[in-house]
């Protein structure tokens, strides 16, 4: 019980350890998009009042939102809001950033785990069969298909399924994200394709790898040697066991996912959180810049969190 008690108490610290690790680097982000959404030039009052827009109405509408103070003055104010819970309020929407987030960011996070469950699905048994054909034409094609993937960005594939399975066949939609549920998943399908694709190929060759290591170990001939089945040996034994380094990259991969669904967004009209930030940036509007990439990066922070505490289920060795 001690023993159980003092593992618990260690994998505590270590994620506690990540989290205050990583707070900098948060601090870090959030400061440098403050600074360079501040420093260019151009004056977002004038661009929503428009040329014609008297002095006094843009001093008033400037001091309204804080903007006539110093930049450090109003950097302090951010912050101070943020450790309320307050993102500040939209200059061109006119709403609170944390509500226009807490409406777009579903979506993103919608589409980002079904490319992420689209990638995995894909990935592990191709990347199984891979490693138990190695070096034969199952593998070279896997092999050559992975590589296609990886080299082919999703602004030229999401228009390419837009032609053949929404223009050509017209069995998908084109653009936005439905209403209801059933109408939600058709709407999902070619954007998390476009965007899952290519974690696939990356994911296939990295289970490709560890299973070929894992397969070459005195511990998976003496399991054969033992007469299991051969199913047995690659998936209970070999498998979970090469799962470790391929969660690293899931992990990973997916705070990518969420800050490049941009592209994908864009494309296909998706209202996600990429799509705000887009239009946040072209109107400089500082404050939902910010509470955008806050919000992705927070998610980053917290995936990577849940792959550490995945870790232990997926590796026994972890646990001891």
């Given at each position: 019980?001690s023993?159980?008690?003092?593992?618990?108490?260690?994998?505590a610290?270590?994620i506690?350890w990540r989290v205050?690790?990583?707070?900098?680097v948060?601090w870090v982000?959030?400061?440098v998009?403050?600074?360079m959404?501040?420093?260019v030039p151009?004056?977002p009052?004038?661009?929503m009042l428009?040329?014609g827009?008297?002095?006094?109405?843009?001093?008033?509408?400037r001091?309204a939102?804080g903007?006539d103070?110093?930049?450090?003055?109003?950097?302090v104010r951010?912050w101070?809001?943020l450790l309320?819970g307050d993102?500040g309020?939209?200059l061109r929407l006119h709403?609170s950033?944390r509500?226009?987030?807490?409406?777009?960011?579903?979506?993103?996070l919608?589409l980002t785990?079904a490319?992420?469950?689209?990638?995995?699905?894909?990935?592990?048994?191709?990347g199984v069969?891979s490693?138990?054909?190695?070096n034969?034409?199952?593998d070279r094609?896997l092999g050559?298909?992975s590589l296609?993937g990886?080299s082919?960005p999703?602004f030229?594939?999401?228009p390419i399924l837009i032609l053949?399975?929404?223009i050509g066949?017209?069995v998908?939609?084109?653009s936005?994200?439905?209403?209801?549920?059933a109408d939600?998943?058709?709407h999902?399908?070619?954007?998390a394709v476009?965007?899952?694709?290519?974690?696939g190929a990356?994911?296939?060759r990295?289970?490709?790898?560890?299973m070929?290591?894992?397969?070459?170990?005195?511990y998976?001939r003496?399991?054969?040697?033992k007469?299991?089945?051969?199913?047995?040996?690659?998936?209970?034994?070999?498998?979970?066991?090469?799962l470790?380094?391929?969660?690293?990259?899931i992990?990973l991969?997916f705070g990518?996912?969420l800050?490049?669904?941009i592209?994908?967004?864009?494309?296909f009209?998706?209202p996600?959180i990429?799509?705000?930030?887009?239009s946040?940036?072209?109107?400089?509007d500082?404050?939902?810049?910010q509470?955008?990439?806050l919000?992705?990066g927070?998610t980053?922070?917290?995936?990577?969190?849940l792959?550490?505490?995945v870790?232990?289920?997926a590796?026994?060795?972890m646990?001891?």
């Amino acid at each position: 019980m001690s023993s159980r008690v003092g593992t618990g108490g260690a994998a505590a610290r270590r994620i506690l350890w990540r989290v205050v690790t990583t707070l900098p680097v948060l601090w870090v982000v959030v400061t440098v998009v403050f600074l360079m959404i501040h420093l260019v030039p151009g004056d977002p009052i004038v661009q929503m009042l428009g040329d014609g827009a008297t002095a006094s109405d843009i001093a008033g509408l400037r001091h309204a939102y804080g903007l006539d103070v110093p930049l450090g003055t109003q950097y302090v104010r951010y912050w101070l809001g943020l450790l309320h819970g307050d993102l500040g309020e939209s200059l061109r929407l006119h709403d609170s950033v944390r509500h226009l987030i807490l409406q777009r960011y579903p979506y993103t996070l919608a589409l980002t785990v079904a490319a992420t469950l689209l990638g995995v699905g894909l990935a592990i048994p191709a990347g199984v069969a891979s490693a138990r054909r190695a070096n034969r034409w199952q593998d070279r094609t896997l092999g050559i298909v992975s590589l296609f993937g990886l080299s082919f960005p999703n602004f030229a594939l999401g228009p390419i399924l837009i032609l053949v399975f929404a223009i050509g066949l017209g069995v998908l939609p084109v653009s936005g994200a439905g209403v209801g549920a059933a109408d939600f998943l058709r709407h999902l399908v070619l954007p998390a394709v476009t965007l899952g694709l290519g974690m696939g190929a990356i994911l296939t060759r990295m289970v490709r790898t560890s299973m070929l290591e894992e397969l070459g170990q005195d511990y998976i001939r003496t399991a054969r040697a033992k007469g299991l089945s051969e199913h047995v040996v690659v998936y209970r034994h070999a498998l979970r066991n090469a799962l470790n380094p391929v969660l690293t990259v899931i992990g990973l991969q997916f705070g990518s996912l969420l800050a490049g669904a941009i592209v994908t967004e864009t494309i296909f009209g998706w209202p996600g959180i990429g799509r705000l930030t887009l239009s946040a940036i072209s109107n400089r509007d500082y404050a939902l810049v910010q509470g955008c990439i806050l919000a992705v990066g927070l998610t980053y922070v917290v995936v990577n969190l849940l792959t550490d505490s995945v870790y232990a289920l997926a590796d026994p060795r972890m646990r001891r």
